[in-house]
């Protein structure tokens, strides 16, 4: 009795090294054509999963994706204009300027503009682009905020207007599993910088 039993698996495990086992929602015709029953599609001559019907295998497609769900938010990014000061010779040209504007340089001047912000765990920087606006005089400049506190050295504001001032971050970087550039949402701060004398 035992030794049937032996003999009806050892058939049985013959017969599947032989024949294989049927795949799920695959059908070989006679002609050797495969055919994929839904939720299988038809991909490199097998048929695989795809139960939200968007033509990709699910597997592969949770693996390619999964990298492009950043999210930042508002308290990511921190712009600190309260360490922002005058010098006494930028503030000194300003009254100058007001009172003579024909016999002095009333430009603006290059000052630190100080922010920082929190990058998502596996990245090591945000894009960002500091924004300074007024009636007299405008400009952009493009740094990166890494994980430390940053001072743009060069940030232009001018000493006889209001300065209002926007700083606009976003994540950027390529992803070498998908051969996408991915970019998540932009967050954005903005604050004023009052002139350096009165006016």
Request: hydrophobic share 30%; glycine share 6%; charged share 15%.
């Amino acid at each position: 009795m035992m030794e049937k039993y032996i003999i009806g698996l050892i058939l049985i495990a013959v017969a599947v090294i032989i024949f294989g086992v049927p795949q799920e929602g695959i059908d070989v015709q006679e002609d050797g054509t495969v055919t994929c029953t839904p939720p299988y599609i038809l991909h490199d001559g097998s048929c695989c999963l795809d139960q939200n019907a968007n033509g990709l295998c699910d597997g592969a497609e949770t693996q390619d994706t999964e990298p492009e769900g950043y999210i930042l938010k508002a308290e990511d990014l921190m712009l600190d204009l309260e360490r922002f000061n005058w010098t006494l010779h930028q503030t000194v040209s300003c009254t100058n300027c007001v009172k003579n504007p024909n016999l002095y340089n009333c430009n603006s001047f290059r000052q630190p503009l100080y922010y920082s912000c929190n990058i998502p765990e596996g990245q090591n920087k945000l894009s960002c682009t500091a924004t300074v606006s007024g009636p007299l005089y405008s400009d952009t400049i493009s740094k990166n905020c890494e994980r430390d506190n940053v001072a743009v050295n060069n940030f232009p504001v001018h000493p006889m207007q209001q300065n209002t001032v926007s700083l606009c971050c976003k994540l950027s970087f390529w992803n070498t599993i998908t051969g996408k550039q991915v970019e998540s949402n932009e967050i954005c701060k903005t604050g004023v910088i009052q002139p350096a004398c009165e006016l």
